[in-house]
Every structure is written in structure tokens, then in C-alpha cells.
């Protein structure tokens, strides 16, 4: 009877598919944690504006300076010039 030193081929790619389809799941992974991790980077960010928004708002000397001297038919240039008076 011959004996067996080694793998056979069909042993090799069978390994080979199993260790490509475990790659294939882990990248999906890796893929599925950066989404993840860009939307709540975003919903983080917009909760410190939201934050911010609502604690400049709620102070009346901050809208008052912030729209002093502007009229709603001001343009953007002579806002601007405004504010560096």
C-alpha cells in the first residue's frame, strides 16, 4: 500500500477557497465598520452644531450682535463691510 506524504491538490484548493471566502467575509467586515464609523463621525459632528446652534440662540446678546445693524435686503458684500466696521 503506498502511503500519503503531504496534501493532495484537492486538499491544497479546498484550503485555499475556505481561507479566500473567510478573506472575503472579513473584508466585508473591515468595510461595514468604516461606514459605520464615517456616519457616526457625521452624526456627531452635527450634534455638536446642533449644540452649539442652540446655545448661541439661546442668548439674546448673541443675536443681537450677530444681526445688528442688517437689514433683510442687505447684500452679502455690504454685510461683510459692516462687520469689518
Known amino acids: 500500500m ?8 484537492i486538499e491544497v484548493i479546498v484550503a485555499i477557497g475556505i481561507m479566500g471566502g473567510a478573506s472575503l467575509g472579513f473584508m466585508r467586515v ?6 459605520i464609523q464615517i456616519e457616526m463621525k457625521s452624526s456627531l459632528e452635527l450634534s455638536r452644531l ?9 442668548s439674546s446678546d448673541a443675536c443681537k450682535n450677530t444681526f445688528e445693524n442688517i437689514s433683510i435686503g442687505d447684500s452679502l458684500t ?3 463691510d459692516k462687520r469689518k466696521k
Open 50 to 58: 446642533q449644540t452649539q446652534l442652540t446655545y448661541s440662540f439661546q
Open 2 to 9: 503506498h502511503r500519503q506524504v503531504g496534501f493532495s491538490l
Open 78 to 80: 455690504n454685510i461683510l
Open 30 to 35: 473591515m468595510d461595514l465598520q468604516t461606514q
